[in-house]
């Protein structure tokens, strides 16, 4: 058996190499298809520090990402057809900066993650889910009323958004931006679990009273992980609706939120690298079966189904049992 570390650096290396190799044979939409695979792990990775390392299932992190993809279509679409944005009692302006429109993005994630975990928190359970599922489809539904952003249409954006020094148009360099971002990611997400707040998460998803009997407060300690959890899926859909220079309302769909979940189960729940697998593999089960049938939702339920039985850990455990056996 494979130990973890290699494995994580096997899928490093894949995930630098496929692109490169598909830009030097002139091959766009594999760099492409790559990029998205990235920004699903991004978001997946967010809510692994909730699922995976807090314990909590939530059932509505979609309503993180769709936020993230509306606030950059709204931002661009205010710049793109000079309108301003807000005129009082401060003057606001849309934007194209990407770094400007992540920073709002993240602020305005963590603080809607803020208000749901206040409320969603004090339950636990099936509650929970639905409680978060169904703010995630309130969020759709306001969407699909909002007519002055395209309602149930949507809203498009001509020109992807500039960062500096690089031109975003060029698949390469936006899957380069892409990458990075997921990697600065996984090394806080690698460093926040080590850490002595980590290690307080995941020892109360397995006991609460052992927690507090410590000084911990239980749920200020969620809370916490909640908020960096949804700010990172927010973060992600911004990268989303940038790469398909178009935001609508199914982006905050609970079926995107199942999918998320599905992500960290195919990788492995609770591994660094588990959600990053798992979008891999969907995206190319989607590319490659999804071109033959429609029905490919079905060869994925085979694979889920049997991880589920036989894969304690998901592929990673599945890979690299040693590690697994001294968890």
Not at 36 to 60: D, E, T
Not at 162 to 189: A, R, Y
Not at 198 to 215: D, F, M, T
């Amino acid at each position: 058996m494979i130990k973890e570390r290699h494995l994580n650096i096997f899928v490093l290396g894949l995930l630098i190499f496929v692109p490169i190799f598909a830009y030097w044979n002139d091959q766009p939409f594999t760099i492409t298809l790559m990029t998205r695979a990235v920004i699903f792990a991004i978001a997946a990775v967010g809510l692994n520090l909730a699922l995976g390392i807090g314990g909590f299932i939530s059932f509505g992190h979609a309503a993180f990402f769709g936020l993230g993809g509306y606030v950059m279509g709204i931002l661009a679409w205010h710049s793109q057809n000079y309108v301003t944005l807000v005129e009082w009692p401060i003057l606001i302006e849309g934007t194209k900066s990407m770094p400007i429109i992540w920073i709002i993005t993240i602020a305005a994630s963590a603080l809607l993650a803020a208000i749901i975990g206040m409320i969603s928190l004090k339950t636990t359970g099936v509650y929970f889910i639905m409680i978060t599922l169904a703010f995630a489809q309130m969020m759709y539904y306001f969407s699909t009323s909002w007519s002055a952003y395209g309602g149930e249409d949507g809203l498009s954006i001509y020109v992807r958004n500039n960062f500096p020094g690089l031109n975003t148009l060029d698949p390469i360099q936006f899957f380069s931006i892409c990458c990075v971002i997921l990697l600065i990611v996984l090394f806080f997400m690698g460093r926040l679990i080590k850490s002595p707040f980590g290690l307080a998460l995941n020892a109360s998803r397995q006991s609460r009273q052992r927690i507090e009997a410590v000084g911990f407060d239980f749920h200020k300690l969620q809370l916490t992980a909640f908020i960096l959890s949804g700010a990172i899926t927010g973060l992600s859909g911004a990268l989303f609706a940038d790469l398909n220079r178009f935001v609508s309302p199914s982006m905050f769909s609970w079926q995107l939120s199942g999918e998320f979940i599905v992500f960290i189960i195919i990788g492995g729940v609770g591994r660094l690298f588990g959600p990053v697998i798992g979008a891999l593999i969907f995206v190319w089960l989607e590319h490659l079966i999804g071109g033959i049938s429609d029905y490919w939702h079905i060869f994925l339920g085979f694979i889920l189904l049997a991880i589920v039985l036989f894969g304690k850990g998901g592929i990673i455990g599945l890979l690299c049992q040693e590690d697994a056996q001294h968890e």
